[in-house]
Every structure is written in structure tokens, then in C-alpha cells.
């Protein structure tokens, strides 16, 4: 990318300094960067202290496998004790672990001594099916407690969870089912999903037909409707699980024993299976969880609004919180049902201190309007975050006016499924905030941003995002692809021993980290090379713009030129949005916003954009769409539908 990237957000660039009383009972202070750069090895050790370990590790990081890191070696846990049990056995058995909302209203409260009793009846259930510690096991369920029981006991057990998204079609099931060779899926009869319960086992069946290595299927009794049976297959969750002992005794595995394999996003292509493992994973994201959101177990109530399909759901409702003794907040459904104001509702209603999302639901909170989280009292709320996309300037204003009194601390979580834990973000209480840059990588890791070379880029200027050193969440290898993983993160910078990120970045004048999109998404237009962050944080910042989404389509004149679909705020009409002279007010003020040169060739006002299960923009479909193209793999699309209606639009545009 180098120097040509378009200096301009640094222009509406305003700075926060810490608020002073949050710094005074900050859980992490500036100091701790010195910390960390004085001993590296040192401070992970003291980080890993905050786990329960039944063997010490005997050396902290084995690099000499290089890209296949071992972190505290010969360290032996069990992840699972360290999220339940032994929080039970500090006398904090009564505390709510989870305050679980269900979408039709239903709920439940389960203390840490209840979920130690419902995880060792499901570790038992799943040892009963004759399964051993490194076999793999599926889970497809809605975000219920059994979903987070499942992983737990398996965490227990040593056996390796597969989570794909509830949304995900039967071929989607199978493919992950199939790559893992997984042995016992875990499924409910149906979900909630608006209101509505559709079928779920009927989907998985559909995806299983003719799978032979499945042995088993698990079923949770979720909404009642039907499910097709295979007997001597399938087994109900109550008869299976509920009759169990509630005793079961921990098994401590090897820091490196596998944990997980989660299939990526898919936003920029075929889903890679990552590899997680136990030791360095759990240290990393219990440290994260600490720092980042100042969490104090027994005072905060924490709600991270992922889904557990999603590494977010994974590290940050699952492992992180519960090894630091989160009481938490689950909500089963979409933000809409059966109202606008459902996530603000159940903030006032539980007290929620800690509210954690992504930018795709904070624009989609713009276009509702914020008459609808006035009508709530969000006082209990004090630190916000953000994780998923590049969070628009504009969006991050708006998220700290509407939902955090115009004061509280925003983290901007940069990280993905293959670093398994935070890297690039703010620490609340230390750093000056800027709305739209994550600002640097967290004490005890590290990033830059370098050009073609692999050479650090100066200030001012963008470039790669690479990570430079191993960290302890670090992923593992991609399951059964070696040579995959080498080729997409090692091979780019292989002389310099860099992780390629796949995103770019540039640093503002302070030396802050700025994130611009994927490498993969970036413009060239007449030569230039433009972010679709850029363009889309320009668009996003007129008051009739609520989304955006920009790709370069190509152009016999200018390589590349720049189309833009866009939706219109609450409040504002798709006729008035889309005459001619709106258009020509939103092609202008990008001009004004970063350049002539970045003014969209064409913009589309449409309805919804298409978006993967966690949220994401899916360019490349777009750029299908503009480009006049088949459109391509859709199965990890949230909703497939929106690509009819957004190709109808483009070919009836101009
Ligand atoms: P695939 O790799 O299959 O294309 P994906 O990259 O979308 O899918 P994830 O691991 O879920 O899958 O997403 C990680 C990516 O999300 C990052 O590489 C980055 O592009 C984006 N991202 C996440 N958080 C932030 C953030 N705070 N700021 C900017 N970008 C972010
Ligand atoms: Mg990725």
C-alpha cells in the first residue's frame, strides 16, 4: 500500500484523554506496557499465574517450530476446572454466572455451582457415548445454556469442539462435520430466530445424510416442534444428560492439548478450520478480558452480545469471563424482537456494566434513531466495546453519546479468529482514546505496520498489519492444512518471521495504529490506493447515511472505480435517499471528506447489505454484484435473500 494511502480520517480525528475517576480503580495502568517490554516471557508467566495449573510449565515460549508456537511447556490444566470448578471451590458457588434472556422472554439464572453441575452431567453423558479425550465434537444449538455446558464438557474432557453458527445451512454443517471428522454432533429440535421457531434438527439431518462417522446426535429440547429421529443414533439431551452424576472428576491435559477449531468468518473466502489449544489460550484470554474491560468478578455485569459461533462468543462469553469470574448476560435472540429497544431493556433490567458489540449493530442502532435507547436507563453501563470491523468514527460518537452518557470508555478490539484474543486496542483508564483507531497492541504483544518489504512504515502512513512476535492465543496451524496455514500468514514476510494479518493499517502521527479493511479490499483508482474504511467512514458521517459498504469495481478508465451501496438512517425515506440530488450530496461530501478522487462512481441506496452470521460485510459479493458477475459463495451469508434484491436494484440503477 505504502504512502499513497489517503491521509484523512486524522482530520475529524478528536482525542479523549482517560477519564480520571475510571483511571483511579482501573484494573491495568500505563506502567504496564514498560512491564512487558522489559520481560516478555516474565509477564506472560505472571499472566498464566492467574490460572490454576495442576503441573508449572517448566519453559514459557518453544519457538524453534516456528510458525508452530508452544506456550508453557509442560504445563498441564484442565480448562474446563479453571472456568467452573474452582471458582465453586473459593466459596463463590452462589454467584450468577450466567443471567440467560431467551428471545420469546423466557429465563434463567445459573449460578457457578449449577453450571459445575450441569457441565460434569454433560462430561459424563459425552464419556458414556464411549467418547476420548482428542476426539472431535460438533455443535450447532442457539445461544441457550446448553450451548456453553456442550463446550465446557468437552473443554473437560479434552475433546475438541467444532461450534458452527446456529444460521448455518446443512451444507455449511457438513462441510466443518466432515473437515473435523467429528464423531457426535450437538443440536436442538429448533430455534427462535425473530420471533418464530424454525427447524433445527430437520437442517442437520439434511446436512448429515450420508455422513458415516457421525456417531451420535445429541438433542436439546429448545422450542418443541418437530424433529425426525434416527433411532440408535440420535438421543434426546434429558434422557441422556439429566439422569447423570453431577460428580466427575477434572482430567489435567497438556497446555498445548487441542481445545477448539472454529471455522473463520468466510468473509473473504473458503472458512480455514483454526486450531486452538489450551494453555496459552485461556491465559491470553483471561488476561484480555481483565485488562481490556476492567472486568471485577462480583461487582460488573458483563454482556458480550456475540454468538458462540463466532471466536468472539468463544473467548470473550465463554472462556475469558468464566476464568474470571464473570456474571454475565446471554441473550438468545436478534436485537429486534420483539422490539427495537430489546438489548437496552435487558441493560436496565440486569444492571449491565459492561457492554460489548461490533460496529454492524451500533450503525444498524443509528438507523433505529436514538429516541430508542432514551427511553431506557442505561446508567449502570460503564465501559463499552467494539470488535468485528473497523468501528466508523462516526458510529463510535454516536455509541458514546446515545449509549454511554457521553463519557464512557470505548474499546476498539482489533484481533481475529486466529489470534484467539485481543491484540490491538486500548487500555481503558491508560490510553487517550480516538474514535476509529484501536491505537496499539496490548502490553505483552506486538504489532506493526510495514510495507512490501516487510520495512516498519513511518508515521503518518500505511501499509500491512503484522504481528512480529508469538503470542500465547497464537493459532496453532489450521486443521489437517499445514501447508494452508504456512502459505496465508507465514509465507508473505518469510525471511522476517511476520504473521500476515490480511488487513491493512497506518499509523497517525502519534505512532496509533488505524485500521483500513482487508489488504483484499483495497481500491486503486487512476493509481491510487484508497480503503473502502475510508470511504465508507466518509459516507457514514453525512446524517442521512446510516451503512455503507464500497468496493472497486473495474473500470476501463481508472482501473478501478468506486461503487458504494448505502443505507439511510432511521427517518430518513428510501425515494428520498436514492433522487438524484441526494446522491449528488453524498459523491460531494466524500470529495470534501478525503479527496476528488475518492468520490463513488456510483452509489446504490439499498435496503440491507449482505453480511456474514458475525456481521461482516461480505465485499467480494458486492464486488460480484458490480462487476456484473455469478455471485459467489454465499453459505456463511446470514441472509441470501439480500443479494436478490440488491442485484435486482444495481441492474435497475443507472
Ligand atoms: P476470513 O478470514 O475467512 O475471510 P474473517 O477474517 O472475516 O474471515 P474473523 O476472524 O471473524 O474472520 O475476522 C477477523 C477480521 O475482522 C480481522 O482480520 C479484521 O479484518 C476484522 N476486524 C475485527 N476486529 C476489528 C477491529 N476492531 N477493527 C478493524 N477490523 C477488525
Ligand atoms: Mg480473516
Not at 446443512?170 to 464423531?183: F, G
Not at 458489540?357 to 443509528?366: D, G
Not at 484481533?415 to 484467539?420: A, F, K, L, R
Request: with cysteine; glycine share 10%.
Amino acid at each position: 500500500m505504502g504512502d499513497e494511502v489517503l491521509a484523512n480520517l486524522m482530520q475529524q480525528s478528536q482525542v479523549f484523554p482517560p477519564d480520571e475517576a475510571f483511571a483511579a480503580q482501573a484494573n491495568a495502568t500505563a506502567d504496564l506496557y514498560a512491564e512487558a517490554e522489559a520481560d516478555r516471557e516474565a509477564f506472560w508467566e505472571k499472566q498464566a499465574e492467574r490460572l490454576h495449573w495442576e503441573t508449572r510449565w517448566s519453559q514459557v515460549l518453544d519457538w524453534s517450530g516456528a510458525p508452530f508456537a508452544k506456550w508453557f511447556v509442560g504445563g498441564r490444566l484442565n480448562v474446563a476446572y479453571n472456568c467452573v470448578d474452582r471458582h465453586v471451590a473459593d466459596g463463590h458457588g452462589d454467584q450468577v454466572a450466567i443471567h440467560w434472556v431467551g428471545e420469546p422472554g423466557d429465563t434463567r439464572d445459573i449460578t457457578y455451582a449449577q453450571l459445575k453441575d450441569e457441565v460434569c452431567k454433560a462430561a459424563n453423558a459425552l464419556s458414556s457415548l464411549g467418547l476420548r479425550a482428542g476426539d472431535r465434537v460438533a455443535i450447532q444449538l442457539p445461544m441457550i445454556p446448553e450451548a456453553i455446558v456442550s463446550m465446557l464438557a468437552c473443554a473437560r474432557l479434552g475433546l475438541v469442539h467444532s461450534v458452527v453458527f446456529g444460521g448455518f445451512s446443512p451444507a455449511a454443517l457438513r462441510s466443518r462435520v466432515e473437515d473435523a471428522d467429528a464423531k457426535v454432533v450437538i443440536t436442538a429440535d429448533g430455534q427462535y430466530r425473530r420471533g418464530k421457531a424454525v427447524p433445527m434438527k430437520e437442517k442437520v439431518d439434511e446436512g448429515l445424510a450420508g455422513v458415516d462417522t457421525v456417531r451420535n446426535v445429541i438433542v436439546v429440547r429448545r422450542t418443541g416442534i418437530d424433529a425426525p429421529w434416527t433411532e440408535g443414533r440420535d438421543l434426546w439431551w434429558h434422557d441422556l444428560v439429566d439422569s447423570q452424576s453431577t460428580e466427575h472428576t477434572p482430567e489435567a491435559f497438556d497446555s498445548e492439548h487441542p481445545l477448539f477449531v472454529l471455522y473463520t468468518s468466510g468473509t473473504t473466502g473458503k472458512p480455514k478450520g483454526i486450531l486452538h489449544t489450551s494453555g496459552g489460550y485461556l491465559t491470553q484470554v483471561a488476561y484480555t478480558h481483565h485488562v481490556v474491560f476492567d472486568h471485577k468478578p462480583g461487582q460488573d455485569v458483563y454482556w458480550c452480545t456475540a454468538d458462540i459461533g463466532w471466536v468472539t462468543g468463544h473467548s470473550y462469553i465463554v472462556y475469558g469471563p468464566l476464568a474470571n469470574r464473570a456474571t454475565q448476560v446471554v441473550y438468545e435472540g436478534t436485537p429486534n424482537t420483539p422490539h427495537e429497544g430489546r438489548h437496552w431493556e435487558i441493560v436496565q433490567q440486569y444492571g449491565v456494566t459492561i457492554y460489548y458489540t461490533a460496529p454492524t449493530l451500533i450503525r444498524t442502532f443509528m438507523k433505529w434513531g436514538e429516541q430508542i435507547p432514551a427511553g431506557y436507563d442505561l446508567s449502570s453501563l460503564r465501559l463499552l466495546g467494539s470488535v468485528g470491523e473497523p468501528i466508523n468514527p462516526e458510529a463510535w460518537l454516536w455509541y458514546r453519546k446515545h449509549i454511554g452518557n457521553g463519557s464512557l470508555p470505548i474499546v476498539d478490539t482489533w484481533w481475529q479468529t486466529e489470534t484467539g484474543a485481543i491484540m490491538i486496542c486500548p487500555l481503558p483508564g491508560a490510553s487517550a482514546l480516538k474514535p476509529g483507531s484501536a491505537l496499539r497492541a496490548l502490553p505483552g504483544l506486538s504489532a506493526k505496520v510495514v510495507n512490501e518489504k516487510g520495512e516498519e512504515v513511518p508515521r503518518g502512513s500505511g501499509g500491512y498489519l503484522v504481528l512480529d512476535q508469538p503470542w500465547p492465543a497464537m493459532l496453532r496451524g489450521i486443521w489437517g492444512d499445514e501447508e494452508r496455514y504456512r502459505d496465508t500468514y507465514w509465507a508473505r514476510f518469510a525471511d522476517l518471521g511476520f504473521y500476515f494479518a490480511g488487513d491493512g493499517a497506518k499509523y497517525d502521527d502519534d505512532g496509533d495504529i488505524w485500521l483500513l479493511g482487508r489488504v483484499d479490499d483495497v481500491m486503486n483508482v487512476s493509481g491510487h490506493r484508497i480503503s473502502t474504511t475510508e470511504v465508507e467512514s466518509a459516507l457514514v458521517s453525512h446524517p442521512t447515511v446510516a451503512e455503507a459498504a464500497v468496493v472497486g469495481a473495474s473500470d476501463p478508465t481508472t482501473g478501478q472505480g468506486i461503487v458504494a451501496f448505502v443505507i439511510p438512517r432511521g427517518g430518513v425515506a428510501q425515494d428520498e435517499a436514492s433522487g438524484e440530488e441526494a446522491i449528488k450530496a453524498l459523491r460531494d461530501h466524500v470529495a470534501k471528506e478525503i479527496g476528488p478522487i475518492a468520490k463513488p462512481r456510483q452509489i446504490m441506496v439499498v435496503p440491507e447489505l449482505p453480511k456474514t452470521r458475525s456481521g461482516k460485510i461480505m465485499r467480494r459479493l458486492l464486488r460480484d454484484v458490480a462487476e456484473n458477475r455469478e455471485i459467489g459463495d454465499v453459505t456463511t451469508l446470514a441472509d441470501s435473500s439480500v443479494m436478490d434484491l440488491i442485484a435486482k436494484g444495481l441492474r435497475g440503477g443507472k
